[in-house]
């Protein structure tokens, strides 16, 4: 299986990335030898995708699985020409290596679907598409597309015993930050745990306002952020990867502070109805603009301590020499 894939390695890691009509082409090429494993693959996991869509995915707490998923594979397409270029022709494939990783993914959706474990069939997915990529590619292949893979481990379900035990700290967290906030500004608001009251309205902070697994969906938006853009100075990127759960913190606090006043000033309907499901977006585009305020503010200090312009030594935003660069 893996001899197959081999022979035309050169032909398809030439095929521009970006050329619609080539990757067409080239779809149409590969349709022979992929159709058997695809047809497998929708028998296998058709019934839990199925599931997925039209249960645990349309909720709020699993709500970020599908964009997860077709974010990554989208990634998949993107890196799949770099992939098949980092295959060497000579080299040992070690496509070995994908038939225990099948047969754990194999038993991990076995035992998913039969004890209705939703945490083992979500990472039945990524391990038989690994196994996949590991039988066609091999090890070289696969370490090529480890982004991609690692990424949709943020679609899968924690156990609820974590998720309950850190999340009532993180909601604490917020109603506290809320009702202080709200208090500076002159509204009648108090607090009772994680239960806001402003006015004549109760306002009970739910698990997805502030729960672990909106800080694991925003720390996935900011980690493919960083994948996107490729910064090639490790401080910026660690950093910024770190300051996703402040900026994940902060946002929830925003969401929070919006559908406090909603509530207050529209009514329990209009905070419970359309405007909530609309707080909810105001969450992500809220995170995605502070972690490209972050991003910048980064880049804004490493050109200042590295004297670039507009920094000390920097000219006042006028050419360096290349002496004075060094010497920096």
Same mark, same amino acid.
């Given at each position: 299986m893996a001899g197959t894939a081999r022979t035309d390695t050169a032909d398809r890691a030439a095929t521009p990335p970006h050329d619609l009509s080539s990757s067409i082409d080239g779809i149409r090429r590969a349709l022979p030898e992929w159709w058997p494993i695809l047809a497998g693959v929708c028998v296998l996991l058709g019934p839990t995708f199925y599931d997925l869509f039209t249960g645990a995915w349309i909720g709020e707490e699993q709500g970020h699985g599908p964009i997860i998923f077709f974010l990554a594979i989208w990634l998949?397409?993107?890196?799949?020409?770099?992939?098949?270029?980092?295959?060497?022709? !000579?080299?040992? /494939?070690?496509?070995? +290596?994908?038939? @225990?990783?099948?047969?754990?993914?194999? &038993?991990?959706?076995?035992?998913?679907?039969?004890?209705?474990?939703?945490?083992?069939?979500?990472?039945?997915?990524?391990?038989?598409?690994?196994?996949?990529?590991?039988?066609?590619? !091999?090890?070289? /292949?696969?370490?090529? +597309?480890?982004? @991609?893979?690692?990424?949709?481990?943020? &679609?899968v379900p924690l156990p609820s015993e974590l998720v309950a035990a850190v999340t009532m700290p993180m909601k604490m967290a917020v109603s506290w930050v809320t009702e202080h906030i709200l208090f500076a500004l002159g509204y009648p608001i108090s607090r009772s745990g994680v239960v806001l009251q402003m006015g004549q309205y109760q306002l009970l902070v739910a698990d997805a306002c502030a729960g672990l697994q909106t800080l694991l969906t925003l720390e996935a938006l900011g980690l493919f952020y960083l994948n996107l853009m490729r910064h090639p100075s490790a401080f910026r990127n660690i950093t910024l990867a770190l300051l996703i759960i402040p900026i994940s913190f902060t946002a929830n606090v925003i969401r929070v502070i919006a559908l406090t006043l909603i509530t207050y000033y529209f009514g329990d309907a209009a905070g419970q109805g359309f405007l909530h499901g609309f707080a909810g977006m105001v969450l992500f585009v809220t995170a995605l603009l502070l972690i490209l305020a972050v991003d910048n503010g980064l880049q804004w200090w490493i050109k200042r301590r590295e004297g670039g312009p507009g920094g000390p030594g920097g000219g006042g935003g006028r050419k360096m020499t290349p002496t004075l660069k060094e010497a920096t």
């Open positions: 998949i397409w993107r890196k799949w020409p770099e992939m098949l270029a980092a295959i060497a022709p !000579g080299a040992p /494939a070690n496509t070995w +290596l994908g038939w @225990p990783v099948l047969a754990i993914g194999l &038993m991990s959706h076995l035992l998913g679907r039969s004890q209705k474990i939703l945490m083992f069939e979500v990472a039945s997915i990524i391990l038989v598409m690994a196994a996949i990529v590991l039988l066609k590619f !091999g090890s070289r /292949a696969l370490r090529a +597309l480890w982004f @991609p893979f690692f990424f949709m481990l943020f &679609m």
